[in-house]
Structure formats: structure tokens, C-alpha cells
């Protein structure tokens, strides 16, 4: 069997210490934090994995990259430029978008799991101040969600499913995405994964077939990655639901290469 693209997230992981956070960095505790990355990519900016801290409360600044987190044990707020307190407990999504004032508050220990953009290419919001925190609805803002219309099916082994999204953030940069996403009963032919995508699995099940090494099967409650380059497929038999971040490679070296010059 050859090496897994397909990397499953364990909230038991072991974790190693991490550098202390200074304490001019905070107006309330002395946290101390500890992390295990399951992928990182200097080139692209990229952070993904797990961690946990103890209580502190930081000081109101911009968020120094892009950020999609979900919570697993206890639980934790950010507030943002207009003092609104955003809280999330476990199973629940906090994205913090680069550049966006923010305040990270948490009253008890908190473990997540985290996907980190820092986005080398420097690109900037046309408008700073749209750059809120937020806590990501489960079927989208209200309940609600667009249909995507199904274009080109030839990605499909079954017939047409029905897609529902919402794009919760897209960056700058246009490298990265995150939402919430739904599908009805589909099989997807076996290729590569043209992206890096971090998946929360909210509803249903899903089996991931990658070639040369197996299947992994996600349930509600697990997070995973699928790196760029997989060789898989993708098949549901039931309604699935999910929290996604996509970053695509390609694009981001143009956008390196470009701010490089």
C-alpha cells in the first residue's frame, strides 16, 4: 500500500508543547498551548492540525492570517470590531478572516482543529472592514443555501446528485474558500484532487476510495483532509453535509510569483 493523501483528524492526538504566547499578546490569563501540525507548506502558508491552550483572553488586533477552526473540547469566542462576541462549542466553526480586528476569548481549556492560510502573495480586501469573524451556521445563514447547478457531469460514475452551498469566505487572494455544502446519493469517477480541502462531516457518511491504498470512511463528527494530487473518489448512498476549506495550489503559486516581481 502506498502513503495516504487522505489524512483522518484525531482529537486524541498527541501534542507537543509550543512556544509560549507573550504576555503582551494578552489582557487576561497565562495560556500555555500545545499543537501537532498533520500538514504545512512554508511556500503556500499553510498550517493544519490540532490544537490546545489553556484559558486566556488576547488583545483586540488584526488576525495575522486566515483561519477556519472547529471546535472539540470546550469551547471558545471571538469578538469583533463592533464588540460582538461570536461563541463556539464543540462541533462548532469559527472562521477568522486575515487582517480582521479581532479578540480570542476563552474561559476553558479549548482543543481544535485548524486549517491557517497566511497568504505570502500579501493580497488585501477592497474593503477592510467586511473582514468579520464569524461562527459558521450548520445549513448556512438562516437555514439557507443555494443550489449549484451541475454543469459538466463528467466527474460523475452515478447520475446527477443535487449540490446546495453557501461560501461563507472567500479570500483576496482568490485561493481560498470555505462554506457549508450538501449533496443527495452520488459516486464521483477515480482521479486526482486538483486542491487541498479540510472537510467537517456534519450529516451522513461518506467513503473516500483512494487508489493504492483503500477506503476511509467519514461519519458526522469527523474532520479530514484530502491533500492535492489524491488519486480518489468520492461516494455517499445517503444525504451528506459538510463543512469545507478548499485552497488551490495552482493558484497560489501565480499569486506568489506575482507579488515576487
Known amino acids: 500500500m502506498g502513503e495516504s ?13 509550543w512556544p509560549e504566547i507573550p504576555e503582551s499578546a494578552c489582557v487576561e490569563g497565562k495560556p500555555v498551548q500545545h499543537g501537532h501540525l498533520y500538514f504545512q507548506d512554508d511556500a503556500y502558508g499553510l498550517k493544519i492540525g490540532v490544537w490546545h491552550c489553556t484559558p486566556f483572553t488576547s488583545q483586540e488586533g488584526p488576525h495575522g492570517s486566515t483561519e477556519y477552526c472547529i471546535i472539540m473540547e470546550g469551547s471558545a469566542s471571538v469578538i469583533d470590531s463592533k464588540g460582538v462576541e461570536h461563541r463556539a462549542g464543540p462541533g462548532e466553526s469559527i472562521f477568522m478572516p486575515k487582517g480582521g480586528v479581532r479578540t480570542w ?7 481544535k482543529f485548524f486549517f491557517i492560510f497566511e497568504d505570502p ?7 477592510p472592514a467586511s473582514l468579520q469573524p464569524c461562527v459558521f451556521e450548520p445549513c448556512g445563514p438562516g437555514g439557507t443555501m443555494d443550489e449549484e447547478v451541475i454543469e ?3 466527474f460523475l460514475e452515478s447520475g446527477s446528485p443535487v449540490h446546495h452551498n453557501h461560501t461563507y469566505h472567500a479570500d483576496p487572494s482568490g485561493q481560498l474558500t470555505s462554506g457549508v455544502w450538501d449533496t443527495t446519493p452520488m459516486t464521483t469517477k477515480s482521479g486526482p484532487f ?3 480541502e479540510m472537510m467537517s462531516i456534519l450529516e451522513g457518511t461518506v467513503t473516500i476510495r483512494e487508489e493504492g491504498v483503500g477506503d476511509h470512511v467519514f461519519m458526522a463528527g469527523d474532520t479530514f483532509l484530502v491533500l492535492n494530487g489524491a488519486p480518489i473518489s468520492w461516494s455517499n448512498e445517503e444525504y451528506v453535509r459538510k463543512y ?5 495550489p495552482d493558484e497560489a503559486m501565480a499569486r506568489v510569483a506575482d507579488a515576487a516581481e
Open 121 to 127: 502573495s500579501g493580497s488585501e480586501a477592497d474593503d
Open 5 to 17: 493523501k487522505v489524512i483522518r483528524f484525531d482529537s486524541a492526538t498527541d501534542l507537543q508543547p
Open 152 to 154: 459538466d457531469t463528467s
Open 194 to 196: 486538483m486542491r487541498h
Open 105 to 111: 476569548k476563552q474561559t476553558e481549556d479549548c482543543r
Open 244 to 248: 469545507y476549506v478548499i485552497f488551490e
